[in-house]
């Protein structure tokens, strides 16, 4: 069992056989790395690596007072008028000696140093030029009238002496390398990148060269496209061929990697159950293994090791980092992306090693898995009307995502964050997408359905009907945004379904309307622990602005029940009043709602709650909110004078009477009136 810590946050301790999340497994994975001990290479080398130091400048830049403009150098003070040209100032010549007295210009060009007396430069194009004068010196028209200072950098005007240039963390690219020109550096301290080993493993394998394949055999996929998406990294790599599903066999391929000093091992294959899944036996044999499941769509048995290297006289102790990847193509390189690809960034020197993440709408339905979040492989693009009248990214499936079947990557330049669940989500559903190439110059295929035909109804297909109505009541900036946390070890480990999350969305959904087209843009599962549940409910309504969280379960007497600890500290006021109408609508269940210690408020613009994790009492406790909730919302959401219909201002009430009536009337009908006392 390992034990995993960090300054900002700690995972919870799992026998390494538990099903983790994926947000916990890259956790996992990025606290265990650490960034490769730094090196010094030639400026022309840096290109794509990590600085390690902060960098200053040793002079200022420009040294001297630069001329921006083609021109002539004048004292600002002479004005307009025609005037003898004494010398010449160009770049490269610093038209050493040449004062610049009253009544005299200076020929300058662009980065020309400005001449002693000069305080401005007048641009070619305001200038004329005319005859010379007698003794043969040129002579220049003036046309218009300088200011002090006029197209002049003045000394350190771009970078000052001392300066930091460059700080440590920042990568370095075409510009960066320029600007070391500049400060005079041609040595540069960076982060290394790693080295990585990459091994297949079957029995069935054979190399992508052989044109014959025997019963029961196929070619290696798996070890040329790990070897390409590491070079894609820019990573230096090691191809350990092909090993069978016999112990010594990998023994001996692990040795060769050892030998050879990289820093992290690839293999692919024999990590799931089979009789003949000798791969994690041999990182349990030689190193710590932190997890070998991780609960997602494709790629659930990969695993995750270290391998302990004890230092000789010739090479130093160190840690590789081992991944089993599973053995089909899909899962295999899904789980490159989101485990390695952080690994490699952070060894290299990332402050950032995660994938990028941007949002887009889903151009058809998809239906989501009930038990798994799904990586779904997909193309996005920016359109400059993604479906809600605004831009935005595009996302137009792969097709078939079966994880065995590696055309769905063909092309594909994200993976779509498809939360759990037992619906179907519309096309023009928002949803989080992990970028894994460049977003521009990927094509699309021309037999996906496109954006602009859901949108304008050309899809007469049964499955498209109706699948955008009320698109813009739905999805326009007017909607409320909702996310649903389920807090539970259980679920979070794998041991058991998550029934109140899904329950919570159902509700939602069959209340949008009521709601103000209320739609879940989010949803998520995290352990019984202050900092898990902090962090989600922070992340949503401090970045991603929804308007409602709703969390469900962690509020009752038992030790591991602290969803009231993790979300009292971030509440800005308290809303008692809703927890007081959710304790009786549960009350009339069962008497031990009463040891509910749930709490509701606001964050910000964001109403969060506090809900049971039975799935039945979610529901009532919905059910119940309903009469103020809506209200609730479009107060939070500016709307500061939304009123009863037959409500009376306190100035327009003159008799009490009348105020009693108003009073009596608007709660006859409806609980929504806003005044407060």
């Known amino acids: 069992m390992a034990e995993y810590h960090t300054s900002q946050r700690e995972v919870t301790m799992c026998p390494p056989s538990t099903m983790l999340s994926v947000e916990d497994a890259t956790h996992i994975v990025l606290s265990i790395t650490k960034c490769l001990e730094p090196v010094t290479v030639q400026l022309h080398e840096a290109l794509g690596l990590i600085l390690a130091t902060d960098l200053h400048a040793p002079d200022p830049l420009p040294p001297y007072p630069a001329s921006v403009k083609d021109g002539f150098a004048v004292i600002a003070a002479d004005g307009p008028g025609d005037y003898p040209v004494i010398a010449e100032s160009r770049a490269g010549n610093d038209a ?47 046309l218009t009238r300088a200011y002090k200072g006029q197209d002049i950098r003045p000394v350190g005007y771009d970078i000052q002496k001392g300066a930091v240039v460059l700080k440590s963390g920042e990568r370095i690219g075409a510009a960066e390398i320029g600007l070391l020109a500049t400060i005079g550096v041609v040595m540069v301290k960076v982060y290394p990148i790693p080295t990585i080993a990459v091994l297949s493993t079957g029995d069935e394998l ?29 990573c230096k790599v090691l191809d350990l061929g092909i090993a069978c599903d016999e112990n010594e066999e990998l023994e001996a391929k692990l040795d060769k990697a050892i030998s050879a000093g990289v820093d ?13 899944d000798f791969v994690k036996n041999l990182l349990e044999r030689r190193g710590t293994i932190y997890f070998n499941r991780v609960c997602m769509k494709p790629g659930k048995p990969i695993t995750f090791a270290t391998i302990n290297v004890a230092s000789t006289e010739t090479r130093p102790g160190k840690n590789i980092l081992a991944f089993g990847l599973p053995g089909n193509p899909v899962s295999c390189l899904v ?96 949803v ?104 989600a409910i922070q992340r949503w309504s401090d970045h991603d602005k929804v308007d409602l969280i709703l969390t469900t379960g962690g509020t009752g007497f038992a ?26 609508e549960s009350l009339k269940v069962t008497r031990t709602a009463m040891l509910s210690r749930a709490v509701a408020g606001i964050r910000g613009s964001t109403l ?15 059910e119940a909110l309903m009469p103020a909730l809506p209200h609730a919302l479009r107060q939070l959401r500016g709307d500061k004078k939304e009123k009863h219909p037959r409500h009376v201002p306190h100035q327009d009430s003159k008799p009490a009477d009348v105020w009693e009536a108003s009073y009596m009337m608007a709660s006859k009908e409806s609980r929504d009136c806003s005044c407060t006392h």
């Not at 899904?502 to 019984?528: C, Q, W, Y």
């Not at 979300?567 to 009786?584: I, N």
Request: aromatic content about 4%; glycine content about 8%; proline content about 7%.
């Open 559 to 584: 030790p591991r029940d602290v969803t009231p600890e993790a979300t009292k500290p971030l509440l800005d006021k308290e809303a008692p009043g809703l927890v007081q109408v959710m304790l009786q």
């Open 206 to 234: 054979v190399d992508p060269a052989s044109d014959f394949l025997g019963r029961g055999q196929i070619r290696d996929s798996n070890r040329g496209m790990l070897l390409a998406a590491a070079t894609q990294q820019q």
């Open 432 to 535: 989080w997408a992990l970028l894994i190439s460049d977003v521009s110059s990927m094509p699309v295929p021309q037999t996906s359905v496109s954006m602009d035909n859901v949108l304008s109804g050309q899809i007469s297909s049964a499955k498209y009907e109706n699948m955008f109505k009320n698109s813009q009541e739905e999805h326009s900036d007017t909607s409320v945004k909702v996310a649903v946390l389920t807090v539970s070890d259980t679920v979070a480990c794998g041991a058991g379904p998550d029934r109140s999350g899904p329950r919570a969305v159902s509700v939602i959904n069959s209340l949008s309307e009521k709601l103000g087209g209320a739609r879940v843009v989010a949803t998520e599962v995290v352990h019984d622990t202050v900092d898990h549940i902090r962090g």
């Open 96 to 142: 050493a000696g040449v004062i610049v007295s009253s009544g005299t210009v200076v020929y300058i060009t662009t980065g020309g140093p400005v001449p002693e007396g000069a305080d401005a430069v007048v641009q070619v194009e305001n200038t004329q030029q005319i005859e010379e004068s007698p003794e043969g010196m040129k002579r220049i028209r003036i």
């Open 335 to 430: 789980c490159f992306y989101l485990m390695a690809i952080p690994a490699i960034r952070r060894l290299a020197g990332w402050r950032d090693p995660k994938l990028w993440r941007v949002q887009a709408r889903i151009s058809e339905p998809r239906t989501l898995d009930p038990l798994r979040p799904e990586y779904h492989r997909a193309i996005i693009r920016w359109e400059q009307d993604n479906g809600s009248g605004y831009p935005g990214f595009v996302a137009v499936s792969t097709g078939h995502q079966v994880s065995s079947r590696l055309l769905s990557m063909k092309s594909a330049n994200s993976l779509l964050e498809l939360p759990t669940g037992n619906t179907i989500l519309p096309a023009g559903t928002m």
């Open 264 to 276: 992290i091992l690839l293999s692919s294959g024999g990590v799931s159950m089979g009789d003949k």
């Open 608 to 622: 969060i709650i506090n809900m049971p994790g039975n799935p039945n009492a979610v529901a009532e406790c919905l």
